[in-house]
């Protein structure tokens, strides 16, 4: 297929973000370019999808630096699953922002829709990444314009937050990622993925087994949007943004962004034998089990909400790259299909969190006390993104659950199979106090008024929260759709 | 002679013309009295040389090695000394560089030069002149004449038009560059009485015994040493980028400082190889340290000037970094970095003259929080330190990572020590961006209601149309590289085998 029709969703946001700047001046047309933005850009993913799962894939260059390093793209299975995930929630995300930064009447909306279309925008470049350098350019970009995004509140704390997400990314790619790109360009002489077959990847055989090791690590460390602990502490520190920013960025483009691009260099750039043959995989399975369980001791530790989210996430991450560094089919199903679930439950918990804050101005827990009656809706889509979380059927947290346990069982690691079901336990704690608080707890404070979810700016966020927390459900109940796509990649 | 030579066709000599008409432009400029018509002289030559020095890009046979357009008269017989002309592939960027910049040089000056203002007409007409000389020079003693031709202007232009440090900067300057030249000098004279001829081509395929040739080596070695320049020779440069108007800074920035990367490919490698070869590992450690003290004094600075003066010397690190590894992608990754070097940071020097225009301070504390008042100058500002950090897709990502390849083709340790080097830059880049975008110096919270400062105009048509021309040159040469390589590339090859790498 031409490879044109692959642009056409990766320019739609940067176009949309140069149309919200050019109608800055007209607040109500401007919210709207995002919604319109984000349905053509979703729109477009899906009008590919039957042509990909047809096992038809669209590739085409855009510039070549030089033999080997070229700007490209491709979408297969695994690109598609998360370009899909990413640009639909978009559209119910860009209604969310309308309600959330109308409500709290935040300052520097221009800049804020902008920054977010680029963004979005630039993990779907990510997402059809044909090689290397453009993965790590369009990397790159979101690390840059989330920045602003991060700092929106121009307060001590915006500053201090921002910077240290700055300092560890730019950190990572630049000490990390440059390096290891460059060891891949010298020990292959290209940089583009073997999208075709996981099995085998680029390295030619017979290379220095050292190398390759640094080279596999330094792609660990260089993706630190994974927040594969010890790179994890910028993400509870991006919390000062927006809650909106929080609940796309920083639970499903960004950090997929990392874990996604993990994914692709363990499946398209090393291969399934080579990290088999160099015992690779275990070992980052050991260290995604390890930030399973801190990340989920630390998050119990938080009484502010969206602190307790983001370790959540820290901790829920690490479940995609223990599936796939499993490198056995139950596994790599178990942590692919987990990029569409937790993506589901993670931004309707951090929509929840957004509306709680622009309803009733509370951020921490011990607060929420009895606020399951003035926000049912809320609390309600709360408790299923929460199972989702836990991992009960029928919320598609389960099917995650599901094919880890099975893999580890395949790769008979005991270990790994008590991460598991351990740290579904800790999720069960956790999350399970929000939800007890909120509809057991006694109301502290000020009496807060019931049929708080009733006003039109209120609607535009809970209407969003409610399709995903459904929509997470019905992926439980109905997996087939994301199973087939990962099929693909990972044959059956 | 002839066989290093591909003549005109035509018999048109275009690299003398380019040679007269600044020069002539210089004259003839002294006898203006009217200000605004000086100026519009100034861009006039500049852009006219601009002009002429483009054919040449499409003009140039990308299949040879050997110099083209050349001419070659008859000057003084008894010492076989001739005019002689040509420019090959490595050449041809850095002339099309310079002719590129000097109408960037008089436009950032249309209002900051109030005083004198034919004398420094004529003294960057004179300058684009010399920085031509330099390039199209196919013999010992021309080049030496401009290269000291170079010397006098530059002085001038710090030590009249420059800040309240001037003296002490342009002594230094004058100082430092003319030890240099005097070794120059010597290595030259020593090469005419080895080889008894002053024909560059020649002198480069002249079998010179390994102890002439580390004497050759060291000479020349430590005069571009000192002009690129290198740990510890390195002082020089803050102190003049600092105090020289912006037109200076610009010019020292992206056009002299790539005098001493294309010394080092002219004479250094291809006349001393076994030299080169036989002292790599010190030289490779220098520009390693200017690497990396250069960015860690960069981290620390709040003359945002001195910051981007001290971020030239890890830049130009990298480039003899990549010149001394020997290796074909460092050799391509060094005159890549030398023309993005020279885009970038000449652009960022114009960034700062536009900010110091309207502020009066270059300091990051009086320069923060422009982000909600300057959002054009932001944005491109954004742009070019992006580019010298090394941003993929920009032109500064290109170079940094070819030598980085090379770097770790030649040798694991030497990439993994460069690895600093290219983190600090996005450190200090960063900082400054985010100071001057965001926030104060102390990082505390500066509201963008504040009102402390008067009210800051945005860039004006005749600097967002130098801008956007350096932003078209940053992305095109960051995709697509292509063309330039393939100019260089006969070049490269060429000088890969007179080394023997």
């Known amino acids: ?492 | 002679m002839e066989k290093y030579l591909v003549f005109n066709s035509s018999g048109f000599p275009i690299l003398s013309i380019l040679l007269l008409v600044p020069l002539a432009g210089a004259v003839f400029s002294l006898f203006i009295r009217r200000e605004l018509l000086l100026k519009v002289w100034g861009l006039a030559v500049t852009v006219v040389t601009m002009l002429l020095s483009l054919p040449l890009y499409f003009l140039f046979d990308r299949g040879t090695y050997k110099y083209q357009f050349a001419e070659l008269r008859h000057w003084i017989p008894a010492l076989k000394l001739d005019y002689v002309v040509g420019i090959d592939g490595i050449s041809l960027l850095l002339l099309l560089l310079t002719t590129c910049l000097m109408p960037m040089c008089i436009l950032c000056s249309w209002n900051a030069i109030r005083e004198r203002l034919a004398e420094f007409i004529f003294v960057l007409l004179l300058m684009e002149s010399s920085m031509i000389g330099v390039f199209v020079s196919l013999n010992t003693v021309l080049f030496y004449i401009f290269w000291e031709g170079m010397l006098i202007p530059m002085y001038l232009l710090i030590a009249v038009w420059g800040g309240p440090g001037k003296d002490y900067a342009s002594i230094k300057f004058f100082l430092y560059t003319l030890v240099g030249s005097v070794f120059l000098l010597v290595a030259m004279i020593m090469l005419y009485i080895q080889a008894g001829t002053f024909f560059i081509p020649q002198l480069m395929d002249h079998p010179f015994s390994f102890i002439n040739q580390m004497f050759i080596f060291i000479g020349c070695c430590i005069a571009f040493a000192i002009k690129i320049p290198m740990y510890p020779f390195h002082t020089w440069l803050p102190a003049a980028h600092v105090e020289a108007p912006t037109a200076g800074s610009v010019i020292l920035a992206s056009v002299l400082l790539k005098m001493g990367g294309y010394g080092f490919l002219r004479f250094c490698l291809p006349m001393a190889p076994d030299a080169a070869l036989y002292c790599m590992p010190v030289l490779l450690g220098l520009s390693l340290t200017a690497v990396i003290i250069g960015g860690y004094l960069a981290l620390g600075q709040q003359d945002i000037k001195r910051l981007i003066a001290y971020s030239s010397v890890a830049h130009m690190g990298f480039v003899s970094l990549g010149i001394f590894l020997c290796n074909e992608q460092g050799l391509r990754g060094a005159l890549l970095e030398m023309i993005n070097h020279g885009i970038t940071t000449g652009a960022l020097f114009i960034c700062i003259g536009i900010i110091y225009e309207r502020t009066g301070s270059r300091d990051l504390r009086v320069n923060s929080a422009l982000g909600m008042v300057m959002p054009l100058y932001i944005a491109f500002m954004s742009i070019f330190a992006l580019s010298a950090l090394g941003f993929p897709g920009t032109n500064g990502f290109v170079g940094e990572f070819f030598i980085i390849i090379a770097a770790f083709t030649r040798n694991t340790l030497v990439g993994v020590l460069l690895i600093p080097g290219a983190v600090l830059s996005a450190a200090y880049m960063l900082r400054m961006l985010q100071k001057m975008i965001w926030a104060d110096s102390d990082g505390h919270s500066v509201h963008p209601v504040h009102c402390d400062k008067p009210a800051l105009s945005d860039i004006t048509w005749r600097e967002g149309c130098m801008l956007v021309v350096l932003t078209i040159f940053v992305f095109w040469i960051g995709l697509n590289p292509g063309p330039l390589i393939e100019v260089m590339d006969s070049s490269i090859m060429h000088l890969l085998r007179q080394v023997g790498g």
């Open chain 1, 1 to 492: 297929m031409n490879s044109s029709v692959l642009l056409i969703p990766i320019c739609v946001p940067f176009v949309a973000a140069v149309l919200v700047m050019l109608l800055r001046s007209r607040p109500s047309v401007r919210d709207c370019v995002p919604v319109a933005g984000a349905v053509l850009t979703f729109g477009s993913v899906l009008s590919l999808v039957p042509h990909v799962m047809q096992g038809g894939t669209c590739a085409g260059t855009l510039f070549t630096l030089y033999p080997g390093i070229t700007v490209a793209f491709s979408l297969d299975g695994l690109g598609l699953l998360f370009a899909g995930t990413a640009s639909g929630l978009w559209v119910l995300a860009s209604l969310y922002c309308i309600g959330y930064m109308r409500s709290l009447d935040e300052h520097a909306q221009t800049r804020f829709y902008v920054c977010y279309a680029v963004a979005v925008g630039s993990a779907l470049g990510a997402a059809c990444s044909a090689n290397f350098f453009t993965l790590y350019l369009f990397y790159e970009i979101i690390t840059i314009f989330t920045y602003p995004l991060v700092a929106h509140h121009q307060d001590a704390a915006g500053y201090s937050g921002a910077r240290k997400y700055l300092v560890y990314l730019m950190f990572a790619s630049k000490a990390c990622l440059l390096p290891a790109m460059a060891l891949i360009y010298v020990q292959c002489g290209t940089l583009d993925f073997a999208v075709s077959d996981i099995h085998k990847g680029i390295f030619p055989a017979g290379g220095s087994r050292v190398l390759v090791s640094v080279t596999y690590a330094l792609c660990l460390l260089g993706f630190a949007k994974a927040a594969i602990m010890p790179l994890h502490s910028w993400l509870p520190a991006a919390m000062v943004a927006p809650t909106p920013v929080s609940a796309l960025l920083h639970a499903v483009v960004v950090v997929k962004v990392g874990v996604f691009s993990i994914c692709r260099v363990m499946l398209s750039v090393f291969g399934t034998e080579l990290l088999v043959q160099y015992g690779l995989g275990l070992i980052t399975a050991y260290v995604a089990g390890c930030t399973i369980i801190v990340a989920s001791v630390i998050a119990m530790t938080k009484t502010d909400l969206k602190a307790r989210l983001a370790y959540s996430t820290v901790s829920q991450l690490s479940y995609i790259v223990l599936g796939v560094a499993l490198l056995a089919p139950n596994g790599l199903v178990g942590g692919l299909i987990h990029i569409p679930n937790h993506a589901f439950a993670k931004i309707t918990l951090f929509f929840c969190a957004g509306a709680i804050l622009a309803a009733t101005g509370k951020k921490d827990i011990r607060d929420m006390g009895g606020l399951g009656y003035c926000m049912p809706v809320t609390m309600a889509a709360f408790g299923l993104a929460s199972l989702s979380m836990i991992g009960v059927p029928p919320v598609s947290g389960f099917v995650t659950k599901w094919y880890l346990a099975l893999g580890t069982l395949d790769r008979s690691s005991v270990v790994l199979l008590c991460v598991v079901l351990f740290s579904s336990l800790l999720n069960a704690v956790y999350f399970g106090e929000v939800f007890v608080r909120a509809f057991f707890g006694t109301p502290s404070g000020d009496a807060v008024p019931k049929r708080l979810e009733r006003k039109p700016l209120m609607l535009l966020m809970v209407v969003p929260l409610l399709v995903t927390a459904v929509l997470s459900v019905v992926w439980g109940l109905y997996p087939d759709f994301f199973m087939n796509i990962i099929r693909l990649q990972v044959g059956s």
